[in-house]
């Protein structure tokens, strides 16, 4: 039977247990999942299961479900918070296939107190997160979006929610980036806000009914939940997602797990579900916190796949696993479509789409391509090549769309596309037809420099004729200029089996860069 989560703040009983002089709880957390269903490999793309037999694989649900069980044993009687902070759908076959059931089976599976609203539960619009709300028994909150004027969402939402653990409250407060209304699909009704306004206000909110532990669990990036943590009083930890940091004590490169600003952790736990997020917080008898430690726990082959879940994914990927394993080609090398690289630089991957986009119609007068670099989801390893890695690569079913505008709204797509480089989002151009020079130490809105087609300087008057995908074409990632073009077609084949395409054409794809864009110190 699900529970009712209709108003603002909901209250659950969830460990019993006397209050204390200190108090400690917790919390077990992930974020985007992104539907890696699935084990994955070491370029975060679905491992082959001969692979995993071997041990060369990491995460799945199945292992995500045992670290969690685990946890869970151990810290038996003690007070605990298993947390998502949102974006479980898109990025696979599995959500391709059955649209959000494998996600909202799994978690049920698992096991979620609560889970934050994500960018990309709103990729079938409302009603994909409608879905994911009513088929769940946690609460899923979001407090600067208002849902109110939404028939398929209103009521369904909260802004936060109380969970009674060891007889303590604990409030959980939420926002989602702002930007999800170009990143992702919410119709009109859904309305969003400034993300400290709202928390400030949900804290608030909760301290005047008397809640003294305050979790923010955020899906808005790093570098925003530093801000939050800076400029939101009254939070005792913030839960992190959307940017697909890596936090750790022991790998090399990652952030501090926890990360303080001021007196306030900051964690994240990756992506694609290879991390398990574990943090232990300690509260005085005033409710102030006085400790924070813990760190993400990789989930390697060490550790061992949930039986029966690991049967139950068998049998959900029973019916594309022959589509997914079908050879379409070969890549003499690694194509690296890693977020980290394409979404600040030419990257291979990028390359790979864009020249294939641009080869499938290079005989219409089309001499631009591009390519976001947040719809590249994955990268290839050398070998053989099958469908389903590419759909992996790229899983949003966007169709090839054509249309053309002036040289001086390619400038302005390209600045809009590397005006956000810091924060690595995903509206970076990859390109074909075409280079670009941009330097990220310039201000936003006069990056770019030394654009050139086809060899020559461009032109800003000329009409030019370009292909990039549905998403992009229709304003997403910020890329409105391309709304009002002329000529547009947005109806042509899929992304992805134009990739595939090109790679078979190749005879042994050899991944390469070459300058086409230059990143100015």
Do not use: W
């Amino acid at each position: 039977m699900l529970r009712n989560f209709l108003a603002t703040t909901a209250t659950l009983a969830l460990t019993a247990g006397a209050a204390s002089a200190d108090y400690t709880l917790h919390v077990v957390h992930i974020n985007d999942l992104h539907s890696r269903i699935e084990p994955i490999n070491k370029y975060d793309s679905t491992c082959k299961e001969e692979d995993n037999l071997e041990g060369k694989c990491f995460g799945g649900v199945a292992r995500v479900a045992t670290m969690i069980n685990q946890l869970r044993s151990e810290l038996d009687g003690q007070n605990l918070l298993v947390l998502d902070a949102g974006d479980q759908y898109q990025g696979s076959l599995m959500y391709t296939t059955y649209k959000g059931d494998v996600e909202i089976e799994m978690m049920e599976k698992i096991g979620f107190d609560a889970m934050a609203v994500g960018n990309h539960e709103f990729d079938d619009g409302d009603e994909g997160l409608a879905k994911l709300v009513n088929g769940v028994s946690f609460p899923v909150i979001a407090g600067n979006i208002d849902v109110s004027s939404s028939n398929i969402l209103a009521g369904k939402v909260a802004d936060h929610v109380v969970l009674e653990v060891g007889g303590e409250k604990i409030g959980i407060v939420s926002a989602l980036a702002v930007d999800t209304v170009e990143t992702s699909s919410p119709s009109d009704a859904v309305i969003f806000s400034d993300e400290i306004q709202n928390l400030q206000a949900d804290v608030d909110a909760l301290s005047a009914d008397g809640v003294n532990k305050i979790i923010a669990l955020n899906h808005v990036g790093v570098t925003k939940d530093m801000e939050i943590a800076k400029m939101v009083s009254g939070l005792d930890l913030v839960i992190g997602g959307h940017s697909h940091t890596k936090f750790s004590n022991t790998e090399e490169g990652a952030m501090a797990y926890p990360t303080m600003v001021g007196d306030v952790p900051v964690v994240q736990a990756y992506a694609y579900s290879k991390y398990v997020g574990h943090i232990t917080l300690t509260f005085d008898d005033a409710g102030m916190l006085k400790s924070a430690t813990g760190d993400t726990i990789l989930l390697d082959a060490s550790v061992a796949e949930d039986a029966e879940i690991k049967a139950r994914v068998a049998e959900l990927a029973g019916p594309i696993d022959e589509m997914k394993k079908r050879v379409v080609a070969s890549s003499n090398g690694a194509i690296d479509g890693d977020r980290s690289v394409c979404r600040v630089m030419e990257c291979p991957m990028g390359n790979l789409v864009a020249d294939a986009m641009l080869d499938r119609v290079k005989d219409q007068g089309v001499e631009i391509a591009i390519q976001n670099g947040g719809g590249l989801r994955a990268s290839i390893d050398e070998g053989d090549v099958t469908m389903g890695e590419v759909l992996t690569v790229l899983p949003f079913q966007n169709t090839l769309s054509t249309f053309e505008v002036s040289g001086a709204t390619i400038v302005a797509a390209l600045e809009n596309g590397v005006s956000q480089m810091e924060e690595v989002k995903g509206r970076f151009p990859q390109v074909a037809g075409m280079s670009f020079t941009v330097t990220p130490s310039a201000e936003a809105g006069s990056r770019i420099s030394n654009v050139m087609v086809g060899g020559a300087p461009i032109d800003l008057d000329k009409i030019y004729g370009v292909v990039s995908n549905n998403y992009v074409r229709n304003g997403g990632d910020g890329y409105k200029m391309f709304r009002d073009a002329q000529n547009a077609y947005d109806y042509g084949p899929d992304l992805a089996d134009v990739t595939a395409e090109f790679l078979a054409d190749q005879n042994g794809y050899a991944p390469y860069t070459d300058g086409r864009i230059t990143v100015a110190k």
